[in-house]
T-cell receptor, first 112, second 112 residues
């Protein structure tokens, strides 16, 4: 966890609603990642960003969107097009000179 | 494509006994391998990594892992398990653009 914060800890989404998950870091890391965790499936990559103002789709990007306007921030929006959004969402960061990814504490998204 | 596999959904061990969590990899080129631990409703914590060098890698909390190229394995080990080691453990490999591929995870249960 350390210098990576995710908010809120729990988030409830109504049918047809877009919701945004926050990820902020003070580690000065260039790369940031969003993962989705479902029981028994490990972590799956949604989006990633190597540098400000640039991001790429991961393995399960459909129904999600991101922005990277600042180095410190990489918010994830879960759109109404994501039909099964209930999951634990994890943000991670990586320094350009290191191989290890470091994770935030996560946000659990539940559908009302 | 880079991938890792964790063949056991759950490992049960008595406190004080050795703990082993298995991971095999399928990687083109030199593998970059990682172990993480996750406690309930928390983010992933980095334990150790293998990039190059000695096949026995030492990490946090008394854990170590052995890289075996001939068996394409990277098993996590601890000589004497603690009840507090009960958690979900993930093996991962790094692919292009710093993207990670995670195994499905192994639940470790240490009984007193």
């Amino acid at each position: 966890d350390g210098g990576i914060t995710q908010s809120p800890k729990y988030l409830f989404r109504k049918e047809g609603q877009n919701v945004t998950l926050s990820c902020e870091q003070n580690l000065n890391h260039d790369a940031m990642y969003w993962y989705r965790q479902d029981p028994g499936q490990g972590l799956r990559l949604i989006y990633y960003s190597q540098i400000v103002n640039d991001f790429q789709k991961g393995d399960i990007a459909e129904g999600y969107s991101v922005s990277r306007e600042k180095k410190e921030s990489f918010p994830l929006t879960v759109t109404s097009a994501q039909k099964n959004p209930t999951a634990f969402y994890l943000c991670a960061t990586k320094d350009r000179n290191e191989e290890t990814q470091y994770f935030g504490p996560g946000t659990r998204l539940l559908v009302l | 494509a880079q991938s890792v596999a964790q063949p056991e959904d759950q490992v049960n061990v008595a406190e004080g006994n050795p703990l082993t969590v298995k991971c095999t990899y399928s990687v083109s080129g030199n593998p970059y391998l990682f172990w993480y631990v996750q406690y309930p409703n928390r983010g992933l914590q980095f334990l150790l990594k293998y990039i190059t060098g000695d096949n026995l890698v030492k990490g946090s909390y008394g854990f170590e892992a052995e890289f075996n190229k001939s068996q394409t394995s990277f098993h996590l080990k601890k000589p004497s398990a603690l009840v507090s080691d009960s958690a979900l453990y993930f093996c991962a490999t790094r692919g292009g653009w710093g993207k990670f591929q995670f195994g499905a995870g192994t639940q470790v249960v240490v009984t007193p």
